[in-house]
T-cell receptor, first 111, second 114 residues
């Protein structure tokens, strides 16, 4: 069964303090790994899709990277508006292709 | 381009009742997936519909069912509600089924079962 583990569960950073969120996964052949951002009371907002080890994608202060066992979401010089829960999900290459999500990292950026 | 819409946004029901939630996908999207989100379990896949056919199903009891109409709109039904069904129910749409088409989520329906 596909599994996704995100760490840490919660992270508090000062504004401008860079850090990384981790997503470890087990999947029977990876079709894609997805990162979403979710604000309280809202649905997840798509950020990135990564397909193969070594791939990197960037968007503003966020950069996602992928290895064969984990993905990192690097946040550079974060601002308070980056506060949210960040979700990681994997889609297997075989089987029913459904997304399996981690439970997320709740990020708080303190001004 | 309008996003995924879900109605109603909030619902309060009592145990034993049934409920129907609605999801309208992004225009042109033909696949609709449903998820249950709870604080302890995170997002869990319920089922996916594509071209009015259920394509995938998660590990939920038969009390959870869904359907999709010819205009791609989808409904989800939960019968004989239990306290544990209290959750945020999210709908996501994508262009097609399978592949790595991005799933775009709606705002969710917050269901509270008393």
């Amino acid at each position: 069964e596909d599994q996704v583990t995100q760490s840490p569960e919660a992270l508090r950073l000062q504004e401008g303090e860079s850090s990384s969120l981790n997503c470890s996964y087990t999947v029977s052949g990876l079709r894609g790994l997805f990162w979403y951002r979710q604000d309280p009371g809202k649905g997840p907002e798509f950020l990135f899709t990564l397909y193969s080890a070594g791939e990197e994608k960037e968007k503003e202060r966020l950069k996602a990277t992928l290895t064969k066992k984990e993905s990192f979401l690097h946040i550079t010089a974060p601002k308070p508006e980056d506060s949210a829960t960040y979700l990681c999900a994997v889609q297997p290459r075989f089987g029913n292709e459904k997304l399996t999500f981690g439970t997320g990292t709740r990020l708080t950026i303190i001004p | 381009k309008a996003g995924v819409t879900q109605t109603p946004r909030y619902l309060i029901k009592t145990r034993g009742q049934q409920v129907t939630l609605s999801c309208s996908p992004i225009s042109g999207h033909r696949s609709v997936s449903w998820y249950q989100q709870t604080p302890g379990q995170g997002l869990q896949f319920l089922f996916e519909y594509f071209s009015e056919t259920q394509r995938n199903k998660g590990n939920f009891p038969g009390r959870f069912s869904g359907r999709q109409f010819s205009n791609s709109r989808s409904e989800m039904n939960v019968s004989t509600l239990e306290l544990g069904d209290s959750a945020l129910y999210l709908c996501a749409s994508s262009l097609t089924s399978g592949g790595t088409d991005t799933q775009y989520f709606g705002p969710g329906t917050r269901l509270t079962v008393l």
